[in-house]
């Protein structure tokens, strides 16, 4: 199977990019043919700052190298590399419903809260079309706020190999269920626009401030909870084994405790957790060259794909002489 996904650099990764998406992203490329990027096309929407969006570039890729991406299974690449990508964008966009995109939940959501939206935001989803088809992926890992995208993916290149032929494979989302929509620090969807993330690299003290800062409900703590409606006890769960998971469930439905007990026992499986990424993660950061190497020959690998896959297209719709 080949798998892709991809990764905004607008700040530093949180928890609900690393259990929605990034753990996946380790697991797939054992056994696959995998490709991932980091979309700084896609951030050009939102930064617009050119030190800010260079250096959260370099710092995404050494993240993700932190976290256990191994450049000799899986190729990662900056988006912006590999330029065959905008030129399919365009061979797509051509046969793209207005309606369509104006159905998407991100650019909804976006305009609903005041930000104006220019042709970037609007058209994200054509390229981030492009992304996947560019690769023949057929499996992309991500959390659930981006099934929709992935179903647009596959609406665009079908009505693409129904007018020109079968050119472009059909993707399928690939979303795991504990951890599709992991909450934030107020409940809502953990996201960087929000306000309401805990950072994968935070520093363990802000850390720490964060997790005693995570909205609970205020009911007496003699009474017994339902673990299960409860985010807090959905974010243990991410970091904690099953027995400990069944331990603290059976806590609060026996009730007679207080958050902050679970609020503690989070923060530490979460500093023991990330421990050993961070030490990779110091070494990974004193040497830039060697990140930049890795970056170079993901992008060359790539390029190589997108290559015979734009041909491709170029040909199925008169752009080239079909061979
Ligand atoms: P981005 O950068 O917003 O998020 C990266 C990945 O993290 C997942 N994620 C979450 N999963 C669970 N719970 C959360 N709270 C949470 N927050 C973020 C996202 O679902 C995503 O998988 N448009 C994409 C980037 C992109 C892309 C692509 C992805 C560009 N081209 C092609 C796949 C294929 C985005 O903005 O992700």
């Known amino acids: 199977m080949r798998v892709l996904s991809g990764i905004q650099p607008t700040g530093r990764f949180h928890w609900g990019n690393y259990f929605g998406a990034i753990r996946q992203y380790i697991d797939l490329q054992h056994g696959n043919e995998a490709?991932?990027?980091?979309?700084?096309?896609?951030?050009l929407t939102t930064v617009r700052d050119p030190e800010i969006l260079w250096r959260n570039t370099i710092e995404a890729a050494i993240d993700l190298l932190a976290l256990g991406l191994d450049p000799d299974r899986a190729t990662l690449f900056v988006q912006s590399d590999v330029p065959e990508v905008s030129e399919l964008c365009w061979l797509l966009m051509t046969g793209t419903p207005l309606g369509l995109l104006e159905r998407c939940h991100a650019y909804?959501?976006?305009?609903?809260?005041?930000?104006?939206?220019?042709?970037?935001?609007?058209?994200?989803?054509?390229?981030?079309?492009?992304?996947?088809?560019?690769?023949?992926?057929?499996?992309?890992p991500v959390g659930m706020d981006q099934v929709q995208h992935i179903e647009?993916?596959?609406?665009?290149?079908?009505?693409f190999n129904h007018q020109f032929g079968e050119v472009f494979v059909l993707p399928?989302?690939?979303?795991?269920?504990?951890?599709?929509?992991?909450?934030?620090?107020?409940?809502?969807?953990?996201?960087?626009?929000?306000?309401?993330?805990?950072?994968?690299?935070?520093?363990?003290?802000?850390?720490?401030?964060?997790?005693?800062?995570?909205?609970?409900?205020?009911?007496?703590m003699e009474d017994p909870k339902d673990p299960d409606t409860d985010p807090l006890y959905q974010l243990y769960c991410l970091f904690a084994d099953p027995a400990d998971r069944e331990v603290m469930a059976a806590k609060y439905r026996a009730g007679g405790f207080g958050y902050g007990e679970v609020k503690?026992?989070?923060?530490?499986?979460?500093?023991?957790?990330?421990?050993?990424?961070?030490?990779?993660?110091?070494?990974?950061?004193?040497?830039?060259e060697q990140v930049a190497q890795i970056l170079a020959d993901g992008s060359e690998r790539a390029r190589r794909k997108a290559q015979q896959v734009l041909q491709r297209a170029q040909q199925a719709c008169g752009l080239k002489a079909a061979t």
Request: charged share 30%.
């Open 264 to 288: 503690k026992a989070l923060a530490e499986v979460a500093e023991a957790f990330f421990a050993e990424f961070r030490e990779r993660r110091s070494r990974l950061a004193a040497d830039p």
């Open 35 to 43: 490709y991932y990027f980091i979309a700084n096309l896609h951030a």
């Open 108 to 140: 909804k959501e976006k305009k609903a809260r005041g930000l104006t939206a220019d042709a970037g935001l609007f058209t994200y989803p054509v390229l981030m079309a492009a992304d996947i088809l560019a690769y023949d992926a057929d499996i992309v």
């Open 152 to 159: 647009v993916c596959r609406d665009l290149a079908g009505s």
């Open 172 to 220: 399928n989302a690939k979303v795991l269920e504990d951890s599709a929509k992991v909450p934030g620090t107020d409940g809502e969807k953990m996201s960087k626009s929000y306000e309401n993330t805990i950072d994968i690299f935070e520093d363990a003290k802000s850390m720490r401030k964060k997790i005693m800062r995570i909205v609970t409900d205020s009911r007496p």
